[in-house]
C-alpha cells in the first residue's frame, strides 16, 4: 500500500506555524522562502504520496508568496521538475524569464534548478506532481521550451492532462488500485502532448510501435481489448507500450480507438457489406455499444455512421 505523508501547521502553537510550515515545506519538497500575507491566524498543511518515480503533493493555506533563489538552490542536494496547478484559484509564476497571471487549472512546469517566485494571494490550494529530471527529460525533448509558460487547461490535451493532474490527490492515491507506472506514463505522455512537443522516440520504440499497431489491428475486434494484452504479445512490459504510442504523439486508447473507426469505415464504404447494419459493422469493429460507436466515429468524420453510409453510396 502506498504512504500517505501529512504535515499541518495545526499541530503546532500559532506562534510556530510560520516556522513549522517553512520547515514542512523544505522537507517534503526543496529548501524555498515563504512569505504570509498574514501571520495572525496563518495555517497550511500538505499532503504527499509517494509513487515509483513521481510524487503528487497537494497543498492548502492562507495566502502567501514563495520563492527560490540562486543561494538556496546552492545550498540544496535535491534537484526536480515539478507541475504546479491550482484548480480553484489564479496566482502568479515568475520562472525562466516568464511573469504570468495562472489561470485556475492551468499547470506550469518548474525547474528547481532556475529561481522562481509565486504569488498565491488569492490563497494557496496548490496540486503539484514533483518529477525527476531525467524523468521529465524522458518525455520532453527540451523541457526548456516548457518551463514557466502556462499549458491551457480548457481543451485538447491540455484539459486531458488538466483531468489526470487533478486525479492526483495523495488521500485518494492511498488505495487506488492501479500500477504506478501505468499512472506515471499517462501523466507523462499528457504532459508532452498538452506541452505541444513529442517525446523522444528512439528508434527501438518506433520498431515496438509498429508491432503494437500490428497487433491492435488482429485483434481490434475483441471489446475488451487492453493494453497489457498488447504488451504481452509483444513480449514487453505495459509502460513500455505506453512509451511507444507517447513517442508517436499518441496513446494506446486513442490508438485502438482509430483503428476500430477506420476498419468501420472501411465496411461502410465496402459495397459487400452494404447489407450489415450499423450496430453490427460497429460490434465486428468493437464497438459493442451502438451510441458509443456513433460518438466515435461522429469525432473521427463530423457525421455519424448512418449519414456517412448514406452519403457515400450516393
Not at 525562466?96 to 525547474?111: F, N, Q, T, W, Y
Not at 475488451?224 to 494484452?229: I, K, N, P, R
Not at 504523439?249 to 452494404?274: H, I, N, P, S, Y
Not at 450496430?279 to 473521427?300: K, T, V
Request: proline content about 6%; charged content about 25%; some cysteine.
Amino acid at each position: 500500500m502506498r504512504k500517505l505523508v501529512v504535515r499541518s501547521t495545526d499541530e503546532v502553537a500559532p506562534e510556530q506555524r510560520v516556522r513549522y510550515w517553512r520547515d514542512s515545506v523544505h522537507e517534503a519538497v526543496v529548501e524555498m522562502d515563504l512569505l504570509p500575507s498574514m501571520r495572525s491566524d496563518f495555517h497550511s498543511e500538505i499532503e504527499l504520496c509517494p509513487l515509483s518515480n513521481i510524487v503528487p503533493h497537494q497543498a492548502r493555506g492562507s495566502p502567501q508568496k514563495i520563492s527560490r533563489n540562486r543561494f538556496e538552490i546552492a545550498r540544496g542536494d535535491k534537484n526536480a521538475y515539478y507541475l504546479i496547478s491550482q484548480s480553484r484559484i489564479a496566482w502568479r509564476s515568475c520562472h525562466a524569464g516568464h511573469d504570468r497571471l495562472i489561470k485556475p487549472g492551468e499547470s506550469v512546469l518548474i525547474d528547481s534548478r532556475i529561481p522562481y517566485s509565486f504569488a498565491f494571494d488569492g490563497g494557496f490550494d496548490d496540486l503539484s506532481v514533483e518529477l525527476p529530471v531525467q524523468w521529465v527529460e524522458r518525455w520532453l525533448p527540451d523541457p526548456h521550451q516548457v518551463i514557466g509558460r502556462p499549458i491551457e487547461a480548457t481543451e485538447g490535451w491540455g484539459l486531458a492532462l488538466r483531468g489526470v493532474k487533478e486525479a492526483l490527490v495523495p488521500r485518494d492515491l492511498v488505495e487506488l488500485g492501479v500500477p504506478d507506472e501505468l499512472i506515471e506514463d499517462q501523466l507523462g505522455a499528457l504532459l508532452a502532448l498538452a506541452s505541444g512537443l513529442r517525446p523522444v522516440a528512439p528508434q527501438a520504440d518506433c520498431e515496438l510501435y509498429a508491432r503494437c499497431l500490428s497487433v491492435i489491428r488482429s485483434r481490434m475486434s475483441r471489446p475488451g481489448l487492453v493494453a497489457s494484452e498488447v504488451a504481452q504479445a509483444c513480449s514487453v512490459s505495459l509502460r513500455t507500450v505506453h512509451r511507444a504510442f507517447a513517442g508517436q504523439g499518441g496513446t494506446f486508447a486513442g490508438m485502438l480507438v482509430k483503428v476500430r473507426v477506420d476498419e468501420a469505415t472501411r465496411m461502410l464504404l465496402d459495397q459487400r457489406f452494404r447489407d450489415l447494419t450499423i450496430a453490427e459493422i460497429g460490434r465486428r469493429c468493437g464497438f459493442l455499444d451502438p451510441s458509443h460507436f456513433a460518438r466515435q466515429f461522429r469525432r473521427h468524420h463530423k457525421s455519424g455512421p448512418r449519414e456517412f453510409r448514406k452519403i457515400s453510396s450516393k
